[in-house]
């Protein structure tokens, strides 16, 4: 069945980053995008992120653009995102998703000084 776990999130101060990863299994990788989305607390999920199959292609949410990146290795299952210049405002539960409805079970971020 289709897995995905996340590693990587942590408490960081404001302008600190930090890399989430995801690995995938139960289907073929190097055939789906891969997105990230986030709840922050009170608020509704949100997608951050997503990657094209190969990873030619990369979207963003405005609020993000510039200062994440998402990335994939597909020989080894993994999308990552490396989150630059954090603020207080990222603060939320991070999740790797698959189209199909296949969450990971989220990863706490929280930027505080």
């Known amino acids: 069945q289709v897995q995905l776990v996340e590693s990587g999130g942590g408490l960081v101060q404001p302008g600190g980053s930090l890399r989430l990863s995801c690995v995938a299994s139960g289907f073929t990788f190097s055939g789906a995008s891969m997105s990230w989305y986030r709840q922050a607390p009170g608020k509704e999920r949100e997608l951050v992120a997503t990657i094209t199959s190969l990873g030619g292609s990369t979207n963003y949410a405005d609020s993000v653009k510039g200062r994440f990146t998402i990335s994939r290795d597909n020989s080894k299952n993994t999308v990552y995102l490396q989150m630059n210049s954090l603020k207080p405002e990222d603060t939320a539960v991070y999740y790797c998703?698959?189209?199909?409805?296949?969450w990971g079970k989220g990863l706490l971020v929280t930027v505080s000084s």
């Open positions: 998703y698959r189209r199909g409805n296949y």
